[in-house]
């Protein structure tokens, strides 16, 4: 008996050890950079209440998940005729962890009080600077358009950093550009998920030329839940899915 409690001793103290090396581990790691796309076209409004209320809730939880240390970095973009040079807003974290390697158990837990003050400070900080972005309007003529596959080539130059990169689109997704070899889901959009498929994977040829890595996408998309197929087509959703994945994305969610 007295064998079994020193035997169950040690395992629940390896197992703790372990448990707080995990943790270390996870506050350690590599910083995250945050791309997120807003739709500023005529076919998103943001002024609608429940479009407003689902983007603001997803904009906290995406800077409460992501900002977590120095070094995570934030960048806004707009989805227009010119999403790739319509970037809005820059950030990186400048909250910091001191060394509490050395420290006793009482310094280490001021430490810590600090940097999370700190950190929650620049979260609300960020967190109204984003908001500020969500609510601004783009009456110019740029607004004609939605080209989403102008958000590639910067997924990849954020891939170029080694971070971890993670992107949002806060879009209804209507690829909308007009020209040879592009498409214009306002009118013509895929009928079906098979036409989806088939048309994501011919695009994925001439737009493999960026080098995304393996970043999680999601698309929140601004439909209500009773919206009709019309309005939300789910095989514009399916042709992003099927896109993004042949480019080599890791997850790829819809909300």
């Known amino acids: 008996m007295k064998h079994t409690l020193i035997g169950c001793f040690f395992l629940t103290l390896l197992f703790a050890c372990s448990e707080r090396g995990d943790k270390t581990k996870t506050s350690n790691d590599g910083p995250v950079y945050t791309l997120i796309f807003l ?20 904009l906290t939880d995406i800077i409460e998940q992501n900002i977590r240390q120095k070094g995570d970095k934030l960048d806004v973009y707009f989805i ?4 790739s040079k319509a970037r809005a807003l820059s950030l990186t974290v400048r909250s910091e962890m001191e060394d509490v390697s050395a420290a ?3 310094d280490r837990e001021a430490a810590e009080t600090e ?21 601004a309007q783009n ?10 596959w102008a958000s590639l080539p910067v997924i990849a130059k954020a891939n170029e950093t080694g971070a971890t ?91």
């Open 39 to 58: 739709d500023k076209t005529r076919s998103v409004n943001v002024n609608k209440s429940f479009i407003a209320q689902k983007y603001q809730k997803v």
């Open 80 to 83: 227009h005729e010119n999403t």
């Open 104 to 106: 006793s158990p009482t």
């Open 115 to 135: 940097f999370n003050l700190m950190l929650t400070r620049e979260k609300a900080q960020i967190r109204q600077r984003v908001f500020q972005q969500l609510v």
């Open 139 to 148: 009456t110019g003529s740029s607004n004609q358009e939605t080209d989403i």
């Open 165 to 255: 990169v993670k992107v949002y689109y806060l879009s209804d997704m209507i690829e909308s550009v007009k020209g040879p070899a592009r498409r214009d889901f306002q009118v013509k959009p895929p009928k079906d998920n098979a036409q989806a498929d088939e048309w994501a994977k011919a695009d994925a040829e001439q737009l493999k030329r960026y080098t995304i890595g393996s970043p999680d996408i999601s698309m929140i998309l601004p439909f209500e839940p009773n919206a009709s197929i019309k309005e939300n087509n789910p095989a514009v959703t399916q042709y992003w899915q099927t896109l993004f994945s042949a480019l080599g994305a890791g997850a790829v969610t819809e909300d």
